[in-house]
């Protein structure tokens, strides 16, 4: 479940959409949510996965009051995110929303919805770094996630639920306008509706890319 930056551009364009000055610290959140759906993927004892998973809720918890340790994740973090007013105590909910994968035999709806409201909080951790506050930051993160969960998920019947639940957050955040600062974020949202089409065009198809480009000219 993890984006392969080096196969990803529609995604390096989505970078550009944010404020020059806090790329880099959009960027290092996005290395974040790469870095916990790694561990998931290359985990297969639950009681190993939720001993890496609690190593990382404490250390982003140690970032708000001791320096970061030699891993370059939570350097990135250090640097380019908490200067900008995010804490690492506010990113742990992002942990949380990826342990319920670990914690669950069966992913049932409440347990997705668990887990697209904290993997979610990564859009409200970035609208603060951004300055877009007042954009759909919780549908947008929440029906992002559920939207990469879908894509992910091998059970046909749970990948329907989950595009289910991802559905309405992802039409009611790209219903609207979304700010000059928060048009990568937007673009993210736009992208994860994409890809729940019946037939979704492959990433970087021209109709895609052009959706994304009007997405950063207008904000809709």
Known sequence: MEPNQAVDPERDLILTYAPRAAQS???ALLALDDALARLLRTTREPALGQM???WWREALEKLDHAPAPAEPVLKALE??????????VSLVPIVHGWEVLIEEEAL??????RFGEGRGQLFIAAGDLLG???DP???AGQGWALADLAGNLQADRESAVARDLARPLLDAATGVRWSR?????????HRARLDLAEAPKPAGAPSRVGRLLWHRLTGR
Do not use: C, F
């Open 25 to 27: 610290g959009l960027q």
């Open 52 to 54: 890496r998973l609690a």
């Open 79 to 88: 640097t380019e995110v908490l200067p900008h007013g995010v804490t690492g």
């Open 108 to 113: 049932h709806a409440d347990a997705m919805r």
């Open 132 to 134: 877009s506050r007042r």
């Open 137 to 139: 930051l919780a549908a």
């Open 181 to 189: 600062a928060g048009r990568a974020l937007g673009a993210l949202a």
